[in-house]
């Protein structure tokens, strides 16, 4: 297994060969991991936030009705396609493509108050996990959630899901962020952080 972040080409092919590589409109796990992810935002509604992996754009949609603005990120163009179809009629929702972390979109400091990074960080090599972590700081208002979703059966990619949300969380304490909400599943976990908040 390399440590290396996988390229964007990767994930290029993968939406050329298949619309929707990894069943997000239609596989159980997926409707039961959105439906998780749903309920660990409390019930909050949120001015501003900020999507990182969204691919064809099915929890963008699920999320748009609980936020003012979203902006959401992937890699490949042929998934923002899609996304962008399913997502016309939200007109606060927008889009940016670019490779993590380096693509990061250019945002005001403290502008998101959610930050969603789904099925995304076990992609990244732990160098680029600790980058996209600071980009993300840079950008959480005081009061922001950062909800973090990862796969964590086996894999062959750059980090585990464990290993990828654990970087990141680590990385989080640096500036007071701790977990106040996590949750483990038969293949994934979900964990919320907030600011200065120790939780499970």
């Known amino acids: 297994m390399s440590r290396e972040s996988w390229p964007g080409s990767i994930f290029a092919r993968l939406y050329e060969d298949h619309p929707d590589p990894w069943g997000f409109e239609t ?61 016309r009629d939200w007109p606060a929702v927008s889009f940016h493509q670019g490779q993590l972390p380096d693509a990061f979109p250019a945002l005001a ?38 909800l973090l979703v990862n796969w964590t059966g086996e894999t062959n990619t750059p980090c585990t899901g464990d290993e990828a949300a654990d970087l990141f969380i680590r990385h989080c304490r640096i500036a007071a962020m701790e977990k106040d909400f996590s949750e483990r599943h038969d293949s994934y976990r979900i964990d919320r952080l907030a600011n200065g908040i120790k939780g499970a």
């Open 109 to 146: 400091s403290g502008s998101c108050d959610l930050i969603l990074v789904s099925e995304l960080l076990y992609f990244l090599s732990p160098e680029d996990i600790g980058l996209l972590a600071d980009r993300v700081l840079a950008v959480r208002r005081p009061d922001a959630s950062i």
């Open 27 to 87: 596989r159980e796990y997926e409707r039961r991991k959105y439906a998780r992810t749903l309920a660990a935002l409390g019930g909050r509604h949120f001015d501003f936030a900020l999507e990182l992996g969204c691919s064809i754009g099915v929890m963008t949609a699920e999320l748009a009705s609980c936020c003012d603005r979203i902006l959401a990120v992937d890699v490949a163009e042929a998934a923002l396609r899609r996304a962008r179809t399913r997502c």
